[in-house]
T-cell receptor, first 115, second 110 residues
Framework: NAGVMQNPRHLVRRRGQEARLRCSPM?????VYWYRQLPEEGLKFMVY????????ESGMPKERFSAEFPKEGPSILRIQQVVRGDSAAYFCASSPLDGTVYGYTFGSGTRLTVV | KQEVTQIPAALSVPEGENLVLNCSFT??????LQWFRQDPGKGLTSLLLIQSSQREQTSGRLNASLDKSSGRSTLYIAASQPGDSATYLCAVYNNNDMRFGAGTRLTVKP
């Protein structure tokens, strides 16, 4: 079991470019969560998805950010027209059900640097 | 709105000491509480998961307790080792939402 796989591990983008972050959940997990960790800050919830559905996106900025979890393939967090303030570590977690019973398993994160 | 607080923010101890990390949360209507470890520049490793109906969980030198009614959890680390140096994060789950504390940065000196 490969665990939660995130790629790339590191991503550098110039201001105004697009960033695409990928997350493959653990085998058998159909619930995916994205978190952002700013330098020296805690993890902040962004979005909760199941296959082909966004369940809760209350933590996602209204503009430039979007997320999807298609029927086939990984979950994608997309940031358009990146700005320096988007520089952070983005973590994905997955669970077989919602988090009530099994908690979350996290990936190693993608560290986005905007230059 | 759930608020999770971890005290202390940083802790430095000599090797071999037993230590306690604290976590408190404002909304006791949680399904579970999870303790994670995060090494610098790395992801989160789950240490212990306590369901709301449980009082404690143990794994090796780690013991986590949960007092749901008072909104508190502790992580006890016995016989600390330099390899335990990391940031320890507490997270509580309710309403499709896992909320994290800011963490306790632990340094165990040889």
């Amino acid at each position: 079991n490969a665990g939660v796989m995130q790629n790339p591990r590191h991503l550098v983008r110039r201001r105004g470019q697009e960033a695409r972050l990928r997350c493959s959940p653990m085998k058998g997990h159909s619930h995916v969560y994205w978190y952002r960790q700013l330098p020296e800050e805690g993890l902040k919830f962004m979005v909760y998805l199941q296959k082909e559905n966004i369940i809760d996106e209350s933590g996602m900025p209204k503009e430039r950010f979007s997320a999807e979890f298609p029927k086939e393939g990984p979950s994608i967090l997309r940031i358009q027209q990146v700005v320096r303030g988007d520089s952070a570590a983005y973590f994905c977690a997955s669970s077989p059900l919602d988090g009530t019973v099994y908690g979350y398993t996290f990936g190693s994160g993608t560290r986005l640097t905007v230059v | 709105k759930q608020e999770v607080t971890q005290i202390p923010a940083a802790l430095s101890v000599p090797e071999g000491e037993n230590l306690v990390l604290n976590c408190s949360f404002t909304d006791s209507a949680i399904y579970n509480l999870q303790w994670f470890r995060q090494d610098p520049g790395k992801g989160l490793t789950s240490l212990l998961l306590i369901q709301s109906s449980q009082r404690e969980q143990t794994s090796g030198r780690l013991n986590a307790s949960l007092d749901k009614s008072s909104g508190r959890s502790t992580l006890y680390i016995a016989a600390s080792q330099p390899g335990d140096s990391a940031t320890y994060l507490c997270a509580v789950y309710n309403n499709n939402d896992m909320r994290f504390g800011a963490g306790t940065r632990l340094t165990v000196k040889p």
